[in-house]
């Protein structure tokens, strides 16, 4: 590819994913520290204080509690976390209903007692973490919101990619660093998105690589669910889903005795969307640091409450679960995320740099443009038309040159003081 | 100035910052302890690079 096609595929490519860029760089710095903003608006009641090595208090009856909270609802997860003692049970009026109307409930995971009765997901929706989220993932419009955020995603990787091919010829003559200062604003600031964009280079291709991928996860889950889940489904084919389904609790502590150093971290329940109708689907997070990340789906039988199937999860879902640590930061404990916004405010003057290029270009084009047109119709011919020609120094041209023989300024001349004219009137004469 | 020259020295410091990242954000991601705070060197690279040549312009001779 010629070097021109690679600075019109930059130059599109980014104007194009620009504002949306910006939106998602701003919206993702709260949002980097979203564990610390979201333990610092709770409102609910604090963690009981137990003695180191206090049993976790049993599933089985939050989930009890939370139906008799709402008893015409369904369970529709249980997320029990590993970093607090806090258990969520996700609800909803049905297992089809409009996501807005979800909601969840927290218990203390030591003594079960209710900490939080979460408001819905559309309330959620409008609290500024949840503005914030919006904003950088899906606009509030679901998955077609996430697609087109998902393409802008993939224009910035292009803009980065071709950003780094224009690199190369741009610093020639230049040493790594140089910001030229003195000579103009524009110069300066073209120096500056060259060495932000190229440092952060690595880190910007990670982070929005990561991010398309996360934006396909409603899709990748989809064709999990539509070839391997359905596959494990076909001996159900025909039958019922249990009326009664068997224990949560022991569905977890089944599926992680299945898999020696895993413990569950959260149970989809049979029927909810993200689960089959037959199973409590059960993920199970590793020990070491990597597999901490890495999810491993286990189905228990929910009308026996017997071990189904350990999954292997294809490929897609592996690299789905590897890009949220990668995307979110929040993997190398507090230094690493502010190491995240910080690259990420760097990211953003890379943005609006880029924006400013674009913006000084055009206007200097245009006045060059214009500055040529008044040459065209200056009395002096000899017009320096070089393209590289600065616009001030050929408008300052053009208003000298006149200004010497004649004292009417250049742009507003009479028409017939200029040679074509003056030879169009001998010639009617 | 031969080509291999000219190539190190456009392309030198981006490939080792882009090195030092993937390093940063990999040992953060597999190790714990001393990787996390190798991690944390590591990522604050290209950050420092940024503001050192943000803050000292450095003119072309």
Known sequence: ?429 | MNKKNHFRRVWGAPIALAALTVFGLLAALLGTGAWHWAAWAALAAPIGVCAYFWALPRQPS
């Open chain 1, 1 to 429: 590819m010629k070097l021109k096609a690679w600075h019109w595929v930059h130059k599109w490519s980014s104007l194009v994913c620009t504002v949306f860029l910006l939106v998602i760089c701003i919206t993702g710095l709260p949002l980097v520290f979203h564990e610390e903003i979201d333990h610092w608006q709770d409102d609910g009641q604090p963690y009981a204080q137990v003695p180191e090595g206090t049993p976790k208090a049993s599933v089985d009856g939050m989930a009890r509690q939370a139906r008799a909270m709402y008893p015409g609802e369904v369970i529709d997860f249980i997320f029990a976390d590993d970093d607090e003692p806090e258990v969520y049970v996700g609800m909803a009026p049905s297992y089809d209903a409009d996501p807005k109307f979800s909601h969840m409930v927290k218990f203390d995971g030591h003594t079960g007692e209710v900490l939080k009765d979460g408001p819905p997901e559309s309330q959620e929706r409008l609290s500024f973490m949840g503005i914030m989220l919006a904003l950088h993932v899906d606009w509030f419009a679901g998955l077609p919101g996430q697609l087109f955020l998902g393409l802008m995603g993939l224009l910035f990787v292009a803009a980065i990619v071709s950003g780094m091919v224009l690199y190369g010829p741009f610093m020639k003559k230049l040493p790594f660093g140089a910001v030229r200062e003195g000579r103009s604003r524009r110069l300066k600031w073209l120096d500056l998105h060259n060495l932000l964009g190229i440092v952060t280079l690595a880190w910007g291709l990670v982070v929005g690589v990561t991010g398309v991928i996360n934006e396909l996860a409603t899709p990748l889950f989809g064709l999990w669910q539509a070839t391997e889940v359905a596959q494990l489904l076909a001996p159900y084919k025909g039958q019922p889903p249990p009326s009664t389904p068997s224990s949560v609790q022991a569905a977890m502590d089944t599926a992680s005795a299945a898999l020696p150093g895993h413990t569950a971290l959260s149970v989809n329940f049979p029927g909810s969307r993200f689960g089959t109708p037959h199973h409590y689907l059960v993920w199970l997070k590793g020990g070491s640091p990597l597999t901490a990340h890495l999810f491993t789906p286990v189905l228990i039988d929910a009308a026996t409450g017997k071990l189904d199937t350990i999954v292997q999860p294809p490929w897609y879902l592996t690299a789905l679960e590897l890009s949220r640590p990668l995307h979110f930061g929040d993997y190398g404990g507090l230094p690493l995320k502010f190491l995240w916004a910080l690259l990420d405010l760097i990211t953003i003057v890379v943005l609006a740099s880029g924006l400013y290029l674009w913006v000084a270009r055009r206007k200097a084009t245009d006045a060059r443009i214009a500055a040529l047109a008044r040459a065209h119709a200056a009395p002096v011919p000899a017009m320096p038309a070089a393209p590289d020609a600065t616009a001030a120094a050929v408008s300052g041209l053009a208003a000298s040159k006149p200004a010497a023989s004649s004292p009417t300024p250049a742009p507003s001349m009479p028409a017939a003081s200029t040679p074509a004219a003056a030879s169009l009137q001998s010639e009617n004469s």
